[in-house]
């Protein structure tokens, strides 16, 4: 055993052991009380921790911060209540046999200190009814009920959300937004969350019940006693009163008092909101941080003060609320000044920097952050997560597309608005968005019902719409179906896509050399077979961000080489871009399985959009190959067209639920890719080469070519059969024409 088990917490083993026990000897327990007469004094000793176990539950309730921290409420709201019931018992029987010659002592010290409380030594035990029948209209008219109501409400409105919140985790989960492991912990919430408010509801039942039981246990034990003492030990109806009275007031209380606090604790939990914090916290945070509420509360103390109303408590009030007035304003102007100083700083250093060397102006970041001062928060390890999860992107992307994301350096930039951001790849700015550190985004990803109050913007990410909510309204959002996420994982995401979208610009000379290294430890023979006798390095990166373009992954890269080494072995010409491109053609051919897993439905059908063989084979001619590579010699119009067409079988396959797939003739895949990169960067294009022979091809969609297209005038096509046949004489792709 190490020393961190010596001084840590118990063994889970031997707290399993004793905890597995606990229960059973619980019931056998009560079972024991219902048939054995207890001493008074154990009596007590339950009594007493009945209390302190009612007042724990309430006090654990106002510290958790969500409903399902508490899970086993419900489980502990009918033990509770079953062990009160049995104490109900053994009470009653204490009472009924032996205060004729016990006297007040008979049920213990317990019952009688608490009907002391009430009712006095003078005994006024009108005054104990009526205190006593104070409480048990509190608790089965108030709490009981609204705790009873409130749970059957959040059940149903839980249930009704379920459908919702299951798709906004899918489309976070497909977007990107979220891992696996993530997905799969969201979902567990969701059902112990369904099954916690279904239990609850079903709970706050038992504890209705239990109020109307203790109100009927108080009158037999009133009537019994009166009887026993009347008839049974000869007392005087006065003698008989004061004795069993004083019990039955005592024993109700010590009854009821723990069960209102427990019908308190639920009525707590079941109203708690989804905000991550404690009660009082929360408390705190909404009630007493306005400098102008607490000083108008103080002002109207003051004037209630003139009237005839006890002038001391209202002025003690008044003062403690313009107090806090006073505090909450120095705080508020104390970190208003801060960013204030902080915002100066950076204008009086030129370029919101500190002096650097002539070097450190010249260095250019792979990737950087920039921030405005409003975001600073969320860059402090001490005040936000920003830098753990920029950590887990580069991780999560490094994974799916296998390359070296380096490293994103975070700077803050005061000439940026206060909420912006800005991402730079080599000094450049290639996307930039807003986000409101205090608020949270609700994403509608097409699966949302109704409008929410809040401030309607445009995703940054994937341009959806959506709205920064309060976050006291998440959970009415992620019930009509939104995805809400707060502003750490709205700049997540975005940087997310942009890696993904500009991952050929980060494969670096540098990149491809630490790549290729790691493979030589693994695969040794892939790497010397082709570097340096075959293609050079910078021809390797060429071919690998060929790929990167079109988000191939590069993680296998070991086929990626074997599939070079095969295609451009024995070629001594000129390996320019057209052939560098054909060699991507052939690696993508040799990962047609990963492809088509991406694509594919999980019975193993390809639903994609291809054109007419004819018009296929038409449109094939107006594509001319050199060696820049490919080049479409369509006019403006024709080549508009022949987009439209496209983007329209795309919306079919959308509507279908499938993804955007174009299948087509390896010669003409890329040349496709090419013309709708403009317009459709995320439709996928794939060739008949990469079909693996277990994927079941379904055309969902048959494209038609515009009325204008006709074939290429015969000097056009003469000369692209020329340049083709001279082409494929030295393609790699001359083995699938």
């Avoid at 006798?533 to 690998?544: D, K």
């Amino acid at each position: 055993m190490t020393s961190g088990d010596q001084h840590g917490p118990m063994n889970p083993r031997a707290q399993s052991a004793w905890s597995q026990w606990l229960l059973p000897l619980g019931v056998v327990g009560c079972v024991l009380v219902l048939l054995v007469p207890l001493p008074a004094g154990m009596v007590d000793l339950f009594l007493a921790a009945n209390i302190a176990f009612a007042i724990l539950l309430l006090l654990t309730t106002l510290s958790v911060k969500t409903p399902l921290e508490l899970s086993m409420f419900p489980s502990l709201l009918l033990a509770t209540t079953l062990a009160r019931l049995v104490l109900n018992v053994a009470t009653t029987r204490l009472i009924l046999t032996e205060a004729d010659s016990v006297g007040i002592q008979a049920a213990g010290e317990v019952i009688p200190a608490f009907s002391s409380f009430v009712v006095g030594n003078e005994g006024r035990l009108v005054v104990g009814f009526v205190i006593f029948a104070i409480i048990l209209l509190i608790q089965f008219l108030v709490i009981t009920k609204g705790a009873t109501r409130i749970g059957e409400v959040s059940a149903r409105f839980t249930l009704d959300g379920l459908p919702g919140r299951q798709m906004a985790i899918d489309a976070d989960l497909a977007a990107g937004v979220i891992d696996e492991q993530q997905a799969r912990i969201r979902r567990e919430d969701l059902t112990r969350q369904a099954d916690f408010f279904g239990a609850m509801d079903g709970a706050s039942k038992f504890v209705r019940g239990d109020a109307i039981a203790g109100l009927a246990i108080t009158t037999i034990n009133l009537l019994g006693g009166l009887y026993v003492g009347l008839f049974e030990a000869g007392m005087t109806i006065s003698e008989a009163a004061d004795i069993f009275t004083r019990l039955t007031i005592g024993d109700g209380l010590v009854s009821q008092v723990p069960a209102l606090l427990i019908s308190l604790a639920a009525g707590m939990l079941v109203t708690r909101s989804s905000v991550q914090s404690d009660l009082g916290g929360e408390i705190q945070k909404q009630l007493f941080t306005s400098p102008r509420t607490l000083a108008l509360t103080a002002g109207f103390l003051l004037m209630l003060s003139f009237t005839g109303l006890p002038k001391l408590p209202l002025i003690a009030l008044a003062v403690g609320c313009g107090l806090l007035s006073w505090m909450e304003k120095r705080r508020l102007d104390r970190e208003n000044q801060e960013a204030l100083d902080v915002e100066e700083e950076a204008e009086t250093t030129p370029g919101g920097t500190t002096e650097q060397s002539l070097e450190q102006f010249l260095h250019v970041d792979p990737m950087e952050l920039e921030i405005g001062f409003g975001l600073i928060r969320l860059a402090d390890p001490q005040r936000g997560n920003l830098l753990e999860r920029l950590q887990m992107v580069r991780q999560n992307v490094a994974g799916e597309l296998g390359i070296i994301v380096p490293k994103v350096r975070i700077a803050d930039n005061m000439r940026l608005q206060r909420n912006q951001y800005r991402i730079k790849i080599a000094g450049t700015v290639v996307a930039s968005g807003e986000v409101k550190q205090s608020s949270l985004l609700a994403i509608d990803w097409g699966t949302a019902q109704g409008n929410l109050a809040g401030d309607p913007v445009q995703e940054p990410a994937f341009g959806l719409p959506a709205v920064w909510i309060d976050p006291r309204d998440r959970e009415e959002a992620e019930q009509r179906g939104y995805s809400v996420v707060d502003a750490t994982s709205v700049l997540a995401t975005h940087l997310t896509e942009v890696i993904r979208n500009h991952a050929e610009e980060l494969l670096t000379r540098d990149a491809t050399r630490q790549l290729l290294d790691h493979l030589r430890q693994t695969s040794p023979a892939a790497v010397e077979e082709v570097l340096p006798e075959i293609l050079t390095l910078g021809q390797v990166q060429r071919v690998l961000q060929f790929l990167l373009q079109e988000a191939v992954p590069i993680r296998n890269l070991a086929a990626i080489l074997e599939a070079l080494g095969d295609a451009a072995s024995g070629f001594d010409g000129v390996k320019d871009t057209a052939y560098l491109e054909d060699l991507a053609e052939t690696a993508r051919q040799r990962l047609a399985r990963t492809l088509c897993d991406r694509y594919r439905d999980p019975q193993g059908t390809l639903h994609v959009m291809a054109w007419e063989p004819e018009e296929e084979d038409q449109l094939g001619t107006w594509v001319e190959r050199s060696a820049q590579g490919t080049h479409w010699l369509l006019s403006p119009a024709v080549r508009h067209h022949v987009r439209q067409s496209i983007e329209q079988g795309a919306e079919a396959l959308s509507a279908l639920g499938h993804p955007t797939v174009l299948l087509t003739t390896p010669q003409l895949r890329r040349a496709f890719k090419q013309l709708m990169q403009p317009t459709m960067p995320r439709l996928t294009v794939l060739s008949s080469a990469e079909i693996t022979r277990d994927t079941q091809i379904h055309a969902a969609k048959t494209l038609i070519a515009p009325v204008e297209l006709e074939a290429a005038p015969r000097s056009t096509v003469s000369a692209n059969q020329e340049s083709s046949h001279a082409w494929d004489a030295r393609s790699p792709l001359r083995s699938s024409a």
